[in-house]
């Protein structure tokens, strides 16, 4: 069974950029052309990424979306395509929204910020907080500063990074 998801985050300390990470899998294997998503953003535009491969039954895409706002969250939706002599739209398609970057701390190593969404699904309110765990027990704590990582795959199909 075919798959795909999409997903726009954050860059650290640019607040007018979004990361798009977008994977599709489960196709078949004698594809011989690559594959496109365009993401649309509401009240900003189209961006389209060409997969990173030529053919095959997976395609990934990677890419960047500049011009944004700081600190606002926008509302997209992913499209993948294929080519059968021009680009056409497949049934495979994900939303969402997305909040850039709105200042603080962060910058990597053990003082980076994890970014938390402390509002709901619908009205989501991005907070950078430090990141940080017990490496100990309750009865003899043991906290450590660590550097956060996301997944941009899937909880079958993790991709820490």
Not at 16 to 27: E, H, I, P, R, S
Not at 46 to 71: H, K, M, Q, R, Y
Not at 85 to 91: E, L, N, P, R
Not at 139 to 152: A, E, G, I, K
Request: hydrophobic share 30%.
């Amino acid at each position: 069974m075919a798959s795909f998801y999409c997903t726009l985050s954050p860059v650290d300390g640019d607040g007018t950029q979004l990361n798009v990470y977008a994977k599709f899998t489960g196709g078949s294997d004698d594809y011989t052309f690559k594959r496109l998503i365009d993401v649309r953003i509401t009240g900003v535009g189209t961006f389209e990424f060409n997969s990173t491969a030529v053919g095959g039954g997976e395609s990934t895409f990677v890419g960047t979306i500049t011009g944004l706002s700081p600190g606002t969250t926008y509302e997209w939706v992913c499209n993948l395509y294929y080519w059968g002599g021009d680009w056409i739209v497949s049934d495979y398609s994900d939303e969402g929204t997305a909040t850039t970057y709105s200042g603080g701390g962060g910058g990597g190593g053990s003082g980076a910020k994890a970014v938390i969404n402390v509002g709901t699904y619908v009205h989501p309110n991005w907070k950078r907080y430090r990141a940080i765990v017990n490496i100990g027990t309750y009865y003899n704590t043991n906290w450590l500063s660590v550097r956060p990582v996301n997944n941009y795959g899937s909880y079958s199909q993790p991709n820490w990074r």
